[in-house]
């Protein structure tokens, strides 16, 4: 089959021509700079593209009560979240789906799906969420090492600012360990970056180069509400920490539970020896 | 002996000579990174391809005292005979001052303007070896995460290089007068009041896209901008210079999206499609003998204007609302003729062959919900 057309090939009358052409086009490709990138942009891309599967949309909607208390559920809020696990266990900022009645959660191959909370912990702001993914799983995140940034290092911010639908912006770590108070709460030893992050970038994934999450876009500093450029996240060493206990929020309650059959039992062991002593006081005098 | 040690001498002066040349070399090769030797290269090469523009627009107080009123914004040099690629919202009505970088000003004259997509042409004769002129790229190959530079002109402050990363592709974005400009880019570097109609560059150097809009509760960049794409701007820009304006194909026929419970309360065959609300008289749907609405009924909270027919199909393609059916119609030229498949008010489907007509250029959309060509 080549050989015939091979040989029609060279017996063409116009084979100069089709060689001067392809010659031409390769030479056009080879000095052309249409895709020419640059290695930081390819690694850039791919670690884009590596978690963009894993990174969700949410939408929310707060029932209001009116002046003469009937329910309006008109308040749309909007924010991000990373898959943890394929079977789709996702996790959030607590404060987005904070007094959410309604979450729908939009994946970036656009299927829309209902979100359950399974629990939360206001404390660290996480919150970790379950959505039915029927028989296609989403991709999980890698989560990455947050005890080795180093501040300079560049990173990534991947979420869903003002609702807009996915974004990526780049930034560099600005510091590491920052402690934040809001409204009355601490947060401690948090990255900060200057990627920029905004309103509905919570919950969201910060990651390195290599495609791993290292943080979840958590708050920002600004008198405007919006982005300049100083952004904080929950380091991934955290999330680690915390997704034991958000799985099995019963393990807590036993926990405490626990200890306090046991200090009733030792109080009540303390309380019974003191009033046999005394008892035995008593009988003596 | 004497010559071995003239020649170790040399040698030596030699080999201090190369010390020297690389303790010289070596440190100002590494001071800077690929990336930015990168930034440096493209800035000094495309910045006498960008322009700064003034528009002056002459008011009187009440007291006509004369109060001139300024604008900034930014444009791209796209040709070496001295076109200048911007926005139409740069331009508006005044008289317009381009500088140049090298600082020198020229009065520019106003080539061609498409409301549609936000974007113009102005003309200044500079000498050309005065210019340099930013290579067009392709907008439809780009990777989200790939370089983008931004040269303009913020808050009038004078030539600013600002550098991100392309955030998004394919967002859409409505113009000034209500219509859709589609694959816009998203972009995290700085863009600010003033950067408008200046470049947006890829690290190659081509043009992928004209800093337009921003996206901020404040007004200033809060890291999402946007630039409509160059091969948008590809399209039109020849027309632009030849004629002053593009010639959109025109339908004749005000459009509305069908939602399924409209469709559904008016009992139609169909859930999704465009529905005609009205057709202009004459006009070539009108000619083609598509029906537009009769009368008004109420469904939920709205008031539709019920009767037409609904497209749904733009030449074999089918079309899911108004956005739809005028993408499909967008893509031709005025004098094509186009098969609309149709579902009637009584539920029967026909097709209909349309001539296109050419947009009359004062035109404007209503409603941002409601398009018409």
Known sequence: MVLPFTFLFFASAFRGRVIA??????????????????????TTIRAYEKVAPSVVNITTHVCEAEFFFCAVPSIIGSGSG???????LIMTNSHVVAEARNIRVTTSDGRRLEARVISVDPDDDLALMKVDVGDKPLKAIVLGDSDTLRVGQRVLAVGNPFGLGQTLTSGIISMTGRTIKDQGRVFQNLIQTDAPINPGNSGGALINLDGELVGLCTAILSPTGSSIRIGFALPAARIKAAVPELMHPWHRIAGWVLAILLAVWVFRRIYRRQGRQYDEQTRDS | MCLGLVSRFTIRILGLAFLMFFLAHIPSAFALTEEENNNIDLYQRLAPGVVNITSTIIEHDFFLNVIPRKGTGSGSVIDSRGYILTNNHVIGDGKLEVTLANGKKYTARLIGTDPDTDLAV????APKETLAVIPMGDSASLKVGQKAIAIGNPFGLGQTLTTGVVSSV??????????LVEDIIQTDASINPGNSGGPLIDSSGNLIGIATAIFSPTGASVGIGFAIPVNTAKRIVDELIAKGYYSYPFLGATLMNLFPDIAEALRLPVRMGAMVIETTPGGPADQGGLKGGNRKAQIGNNVVIVGGDVILSVNDVQVKDADGAIREIRKLHPG?????????????SEKLTVTLGEKPRSVKSRQPKTGER
């Open chain 1, 21 to 42: 052409a392809f010659l031409l086009i390769y030479i056009a490709a080879a000095h052309s700079n249409v895709s020419a990138l640059t290695p930081e942009e390819i």
């Open chain 1, 82 to 88: 990373v898959v943890l696990k394929e079977n789709g």
């Open chain 2, 122 to 125: 102005v003309k200044i004769d």
């Open chain 2, 170 to 179: 394919g967002r859409t974005m409505r113009a000034e007068n209500g219509t």
């Open chain 2, 336 to 348: 094509d003729k186009i098969q609309l498949g149709i579902v009637r008010w009584d539920g029967t």
